[in-house]
């Protein structure tokens, strides 16, 4: 596992994985860009729902965090790839419809905490 020196982690990190077959590897002081994909889906997850909710106990974080996970990746445009959904690569923006017969259908996810815009056939 790639972390961070957060205090978070303490010292417990390491023995935990270990009973996984795992191993723990710090990330040099101060240095995001080492880790950059869990960084960001870090601050996404966190500015997009955890820091809108109250979280009750574990079980309700997991059940959020496999909701997030699954609208992270199937609904949610990257900024990264040119704002493609990454489950699936091939819709884009490469065509961009008639702005005069322009038509969205508009879904809520997350329970109503993110609102998803979709260009409608």
């Given amino acids: 596992m790639v ?3 957060d205090g978070i982690f303490g010292q417990w990190l390491p023995g935990v994985l ?3 077959g795992c191993k723990s590897f710090k990330t040099s002081p101060r240095s995001p860009w080492e880790n950059p994909f869990v960084e960001r889906f870090n601050l996404s997850i966190k500015t997009e729902m ?3 909710l109250v979280l009750v106990d574990n079980t ?4 959020l965090c496999v909701g ?3 609208y992270y990746n199937r609904k949610r445009p990257h900024q990264g790839i040119n704002g493609v959904i990454p489950y699936f690569p091939d819709v ?4 961009i419809p008639d702005i005069e017969n322009l038509r969205v259908t ?4 997350l329970n109503g905490l993110v609102t998803h815009f979709k260009l409608a056939a």
Avoid at 60 to 63: A, C, G, L, Q, S
Avoid at 92 to 95: K, L, P, R, V
Wanted: proline share 0%; net charge positive.
């Fill in 3 to 5: 972390h961070d020196r």
């Fill in 18 to 20: 270990a009973k996984f």
């Fill in 50 to 52: 955890l820091n809108r």
């Fill in 60 to 63: 309700h974080v997991r059940k």
């Fill in 68 to 70: 997030y996970q699954d």
């Fill in 92 to 95: 884009g923006n490469e065509n």
């Fill in 106 to 109: 508009k879904s809520r996810e």
